[in-house]
Nanobody, 121 residues
Framework: QVQLVESGGGLVQAGGSLRLSCAASGRTLYTMVWFRQAPGKEREFVVAVSWSGSTTEYADSVKGRFTISRDNAKNTVYLQINSLKPEDTAVYYC????????????????WGQGTQVTVSS
């Protein structure tokens, strides 16, 4: 059983930055994906990274501002968010898929509990 724990969220002014972390226990060589869900909206894909870190895929809405990275030695995936906008306000979740193709097929085996990001204007 793998547990995913997100951290790093908070309240920040527009234009600021945050770095979110997703720490995993147990086996960690998964494809990792960040989602977000704003109040009253459906969950939205943000970015995915392969187990090696060599392949990434970003939602168009975050390209250029969000950067995903991972440190497999620390069993942690990071999401650097720059130039935050009020519309980035959401709960950010990380999820694990066994392989890249499972991510493509939306087959996730583990989910974290989420971390709140609130951006004030």
């Amino acid at each position: 059983q793998v547990q995913l724990v997100e951290s790093g969220g908070g309240l920040v002014q527009a234009g600021g930055s945050l770095r979110l972390s997703c720490a995993a226990s147990g086996r960690t060589l998964y494809t990792m994906v960040w989602f977000r869900q704003a109040p009253g909206k459906e969950r939205e894909f943000v970015v995915a990274v392969s187990w090696s870190g060599s392949t990434t895929e970003y939602a168009d809405s975050v390209k250029g501002r969000f950067t995903i990275s991972r440190d497999n030695a620390k069993n942690t995936v990071y999401l650097q968010i720059n130039s935050l906008k009020p519309e980035d306000t959401a709960v950010y979740y990380c999820a694990a898929a066994n392989r890249w193709n499972d991510y493509i097929s939306h087959k996730y085996v583990y989910w974290g509990q989420g971390t709140q990001v609130t951006v004030s204007s």
